[in-house]
């Protein structure tokens, strides 16, 4: 689960990072390391906190997204060239696209629109290019004899066609998620967040000619969420409460992160461990037993569950299973988001 931070120069994209990843939740300690670029940032989770006062466990442990932000381009090229910059953002299953709002350091004034749609361009033409080489081989091998293999070519050819238009993969869904065309990394089909990088005085996104379809824009304070972000967890609720602030722009992107992965959280608990789960929408039981241990998916009989809303009410899980809240499922059922699991296996 991992996230591309991109955005044009001087967008505020590292500030984004250091806000991200500061002091509270992310992994290690990063104040002394100006070269990291890859970070696990904790999803924190009031269903957990919840289970974890319920249970007592020696352990909590919340799910991570990692966040990683790309090499500076600047001017002299070399290992932070846009090539490159590009093939390591390919390897992300989403983005998060920064945007300047704030008047530059030369007194530039933010045109946050127009930069928006020259990076979605930019992400257009890279895959145009992609697309376009792939048919090219195709229909070379077409005139060789070689016939090319089910749907691939279609595929790629209705990629070509939307790209054709200056629209982004990600507009059509279905085309997006073709699992045939997994290999081709586009990045405009990759799920994205738009983060309007507002000065510290502007509390709301800019009003937009033509809203981006199908994707979210949020706007943050970048500066100054980066200095919540370097406050021990009591100063920073303090400096969030004074300000009146419910949640940090930067919890709501995190929140949102895991929301545009697709992922949902299913939760195991007991003595030892209260933990959340990442799996994605959509995965059967057998194979949320096998992100467990894969002895549970080997020796899988049952698990049994209970929707965490269920037991929140009813207060424990006895009191969930005497109302008939707890259901043993089979190796086909759909984990739902909240789900409390229990697995039942032979070893
Ligand atoms: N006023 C204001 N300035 C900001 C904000 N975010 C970033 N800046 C400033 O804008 C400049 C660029 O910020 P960076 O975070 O370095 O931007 P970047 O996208 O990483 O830049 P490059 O890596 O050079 O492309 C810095 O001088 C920041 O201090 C903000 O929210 N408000
Ligand atoms: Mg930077």
């Not at 709301?204 to 981006?212: A, G, L």
């Amino acid at each position: 689960m991992k996230i591309g931070i991109i955005g044009l120069p001087q967008a505020g994209k590292s500030t984004i990072f250091a806000a991200l990843t500061g002091a509270r939740g992310a992994e290690g300690d990063h104040s002394s390391r100006k070269d990291l670029r890859i970070a696990a940032v904790t999803v924190f989770d009031d269903r957990i906190d919840f289970l974890s006062r319920m249970y007592q466990p020696k352990k909590t442990t919340y799910a991570k997204i990692e966040y990683l932000l790309p090499p500076e381009t600047g001017s002299a090229g070399g290992a932070g060239s846009e090539g490159a910059v590009w093939n390591q953002i390919r390897t992300c299953d989403a983005l998060l696209h920064v945007v300047r709002n704030f008047e530059g350091t030369l007194g530039t004034l933010p045109t946050p629109e127009q930069d928006f749609r020259r990076l979605e361009e930019e992400m257009v033409l890279n895959d145009l290019v992609v697309a376009e080489k792939r048919m090219e081989r195709i229909e070379l091998d077409k005139k060789r004899g070689k016939q090319p293999e089910g749907e691939e070519a279609s595929l790629v050819q209705a990629c070509r066609q939307v790209l054709e238009q200056g629209t982004p993969l990600r507009s059509d869904p279905g085309l997006a998620s073709a699992p045939l065309l997994k290999g081709f990394t586009f990045l405009s089909a990759k799920p994205m967040l738009i983060l309007v990088n507002n000065d510290d005085e502007d509390e709301t996104p800019p009003e937009w000619d033509q809203s981006p379809e199908g994707v979210d824009l949020f706007g943050v304070r970048g500066s100054l969420e980066k200095e919540i972000a370097s406050l021990s967890a009591e100063e920073a609720k303090e400096f969030l409460e004074a300000y009146h602030i419910e949640e940090s722009a930067l919890d709501w992107v995190i929140r949102h992160s895991f929301r545009i992965l697709n992922r949902i959280s299913f939760f195991t608990v007991g003595p030892d461990e209260v933990r959340a789960w990442p799996i994605a929408a959509g995965t059967p039981a057998l194979e949320a037993a096998g992100s467990v241990h894969s002895d549970i998916q080997q020796g899988f009989i049952r698990a049994e569950v209970v929707a965490f809303d269920d037991l929140k009410a009813h207060g424990s899980f006895n009191e969930a299973k005497k109302a008939g809240l707890v259901r043993l499922e089979g190796k086909g059922y759909e984990v739902k988001d909240g789900d409390i699991i229990t697995f039942r296996f032979n070893v």
